[in-house]
């Protein structure tokens, strides 16, 4: 009798023993189990973290805090690349301002002369060219979409006017979207680049260049994402093609946009936390003076001009497209950041009850055994 209760009691010990070591080894193969493809969405999804293993919820919580670390990182990273858009922007704007004026007063001297100049001449709207800027990457919020529900938004428009268009896509992410929708039709893909510069610019600007001189369309208008704060950017339209006489660009009801001014943001830290100080900049531009006069035809120097006015205006659409992508960039991972935190907090709680519920058990174990042997 007392054999047969040993043989029992070690065949029970064994077949314990050979559970808990095939679970262990399981969880140590696929410490995160896989949903069960018979059961229902609902509940796979419902299963609350509690029901988790100590090391499935440790695996977890270092996952956490990796990916916090990343995100962290590249908020860092885009806030730097934030600053040196900005200054890209700033430190474009004299020239622009100063062709500005010089086609201003070009333009004075011109007013009572019949002038034939491509770029201004404006004709009867058949054919629209919409350039859509766009980001290379990923991970900046909704940037990406906004923009392109503004060209969606614009398409639709110009369908219900019964006109013709065209799309000039700039940026990886236009670019897969727009060859993932044949219907559309694409004059070019072209790419920003990381930061843009004037070689960029003259692609998009050749391009648009040719097709208006050569009267394929009528009308060229850029869409791009532009830069109000960290916090907030819009999708703007503007007229690029025919340009005002006066150097101004327009949107797509003939408001000229007055841009004499920027706002900067500093990131600098306060009491070991991130924070933003904004201050306005006033671009100086050189007055000219009313008698000036020009030594060669000032007709010459507006087709010399405007090209060139053209180029700047679509750089100055790049950079602070980019400046947006990196603001939303910025956005986006300072969002994931504190919910990696949250969520880091809200597991570790779930851990230490576990852990403590586990260290009660095997206390309360070893008392009821200290009791039956007494």
């Known amino acids: 009798m007392a054999c047969t209760n040993l043989t029992t009691m070690w065949v029970s010990s064994k077949t314990s023993l050979s559970d808990s070591s095939s679970w262990s080894f399981r969880s140590v193969l696929n410490p995160l189990p896989l949903p069960n493809h018979n059961s229902s969405p609902l509940r796979s999804s419902s299963v609350s973290p509690i029901q988790s293993s100590l090391r499935e919820l440790r695996d977890r919580i270092d996952s956490v805090k990796n990916t916090q670390k990343i995100t962290e990182a590249m908020k860092l990273v885009a806030a730097a690349k934030v600053r040196r858009a900005q200054e890209a922007v700033v430190n474009g704007r004299p020239f622009s301002e100063t062709l500005v004026e010089v086609l201003y007063n070009i333009n004075e001297q011109l007013q009572t002369d019949d002038i034939d100049v491509p770029l201004t001449k404006i004709r009867p709207v058949k054919k629209v060219a919409l350039v859509v800027v766009t980001g290379d990457r990923g991970l900046c919020g909704g940037f990406n979409n906004f923009i392109i529900k503004k060209a969606e938004a614009r398409i639709k428009e110009l369908q219900g006017l019964g006109l013709d268009y065209t799309v000039i896509s700039v940026g990886k992410k236009g670019n897969s979207y727009f060859l993932r929708r044949p219907y559309i039709p694409v004059d070019r893909y ?33 869409l791009y994402t532009k830069f ?52 306005t900049f006033r671009t100086p531009t050189a007055d000219f003076s009313p008698i000036l006069q020009f030594e060669q035809d000032p007709v010459q120097i507006l087709d010399a001009l405007l090209p060139l006015y053209l180029n700047s205006q679509i750089l100055r659409a790049l950079q602070e497209s980019l400046a947006s992508e990196l603001a939303a960039r910025m956005s986006a991972m300072s969002s994931a950041s504190d919910n990696a935190s949250d969520l880091k907090k809200s597991l570790s709680m779930v851990y230490n009850r576990k852990r403590q519920a586990k260290i009660t058990g095997e206390i309360l174990e070893i008392v009821a055994g200290a009791n039956a042997q007494a």
Not at 202 to 217: G, H, N, R
Request: charged fraction near 30%.
């Open 190 to 222: 072209l790419e920003a680049g990381t930061l843009p510069t004037a070689k960029e610019a003259q692609a998009v600007a050749d391009d648009v260049f040719s097709l208006f001189i050569s009267e394929e369309v009528d009308k060229v208008e850029l």
């Open 228 to 279: 109000v704060s960290l916090v907030k950017s819009e999708p703007v339209i503007h007229t690029l093609l025919p340009l005002s006489p006066k150097g101004e660009i327009c949107d797509i009801n003939g408001n000229c946009v007055d841009a004499a001014e920027d706002e900067l943001f500093r990131l600098t830290t306060k009491e070991g936390k991130l924070t933003v100080e904004r201050e």
